[in-house]
């Protein structure tokens, strides 16, 4: 049985605009001097697994600064996507290939854009949660116990009666919930984070997909057979060009009943916009998280990445400034969700230079 891990890193970021662009996506931020995304996950992601069982998916135009961020990767285990079509299509691509190369194989998905706050528990509970693969030939997903009312994170029911300790069934999924919604959530005490870490058997999760998603059944079967033969990438880059985006969370994982949630204990967020970065910034006695030179006065609560400008804030709180050379954001924290409109603002009016 060979065991790899995917790495799920073909999604841009929108919200993380003017820093993403089409050719720059979100897994190629810095989130510390020293490393991006994807370079942070695949750090704690080879504590777990050999080099050569580590694969990268991401989109054709990014492929080359992938090899850059990552050069002991072999470039043979970076797959390529036409262009992004969210995780349910990424996972049928890497699956195509995986089982083509390894017929018998378990695969554990891991997003591109999480950080973790504790990486020796994240490296135990992924292999604990491999473990139940043995016993439990279906889905297993990450749930991490919720601490807050976070609205912008997908949410997993449990059924409590359990099969151990840390292991479910799985009930109910919610994605994005309203604040009451998710308020309600953590009194139930039922519900959990869904991390979007995911571990299968790849013949189990391709058999799972089929079954959930007939309307691309034929396409699905005939990129999976022609893996290998000459003509495979027209054939998938006709089926990404007729292909809805859409994710396996509402695809697959909210309709299969062999879906089983393994309880994390690591800490863990979401990178999904600024806000997430200036969480776990180093911030000053007032909350402001800096990068670059500025002069702040009588501010609070801001981020700032000031790029070769200074930047000077006086009565300013709760901002997100953004300077990229070409580009400058500065927006409310509340408003940060927003960010994305700049992006179809741009697309609409032809400043293809600007997204």
Not at 214 to 220: G, L, M, Q, V, Y
Not at 225 to 246: D, M, P, Q, T
């Amino acid at each position: 049985m060979k065991k790899a891990a995917v790495i799920l890193a073909g999604g841009i970021g929108r919200r993380f605009w003017p820093e993403t662009r089409e050719n720059k996506p979100k897994h190629l931020l810095k989130i510390t001097p020293e490393s991006n995304l994807l370079q942070k996950t695949c750090e704690r992601t080879r504590r777990l697994f050999n080099d050569e069982d580590i694969y990268i998916i991401v989109a054709e135009n990014t492929v080359e600064s992938a090899m850059t961020s990552l050069p002991w990767l072999n470039p043979e285990n970076i797959i390529a996507e036409p262009f992004g079509k969210d995780t349910l299509h990424a996972i049928i691509l890497a699956l195509s290939k995986l089982n083509y190369l390894f017929p018998e194989n378990e695969l554990t998905f891991i997003p591109s854009d999480h950080f973790i706050h504790d990486e020796k528990v994240w490296v135990e509970d992924i292999r604990s949660a491999c473990r139940y693969l043995e016993e439990y030939d279906g889905l297993i997903t990450i749930g991490i116990k919720p601490t807050y009312p976070e609205t912008s994170y997908g949410y997993i029911q449990i059924d409590e009666s359990g099969m151990t300790e840390k292991f479910f069934k799985a009930m109910i999924f919610a994605e994005k919930p309203p604040v009451s919604a998710a308020q309600g959530f953590i009194l139930s005490g039922d519900f959990r984070w869904h991390s979007g870490i995911l571990i299968a058997k790849g013949n189990t999760l391709f058999s799972e997909i089929v079954k959930y998603n007939p309307e691309f059944k034929d396409e699905i079967l005939q990129i999976s057979g022609s893996v290998g033969e000459a003509g495979f990438n027209s054939k998938l880059k006709h089926y990404y060009s007729l292909a809805r985006k859409i994710s396996v969370d509402y695809s697959v994982l909210e309709k299969s009943d062999k879906v089983y949630v393994y309880e994390g204990q690591f800490l863990w967020s979401d990178i999904a916009t600024w806000n997430s970065i200036h969480d776990f910034s180093e911030k000053d006695l007032h909350g402001n998280a800096i990068r670059g030179e500025c002069y702040l006065e009588n501010s609070s609560g801001n981020f700032i990445s000031a790029g070769d400008r200074f930047y000077a804030l006086i009565g300013i709180e709760e901002l997100i400034i953004i300077d990229s050379k070409d580009s400058v954001l500065i927006c409310n924290k509340k408003d940060i969700q927003k960010v994305n409109h700049i992006v179809d603002f741009l697309r609409m009016n032809g400043k293809s230079e600007l997204y």
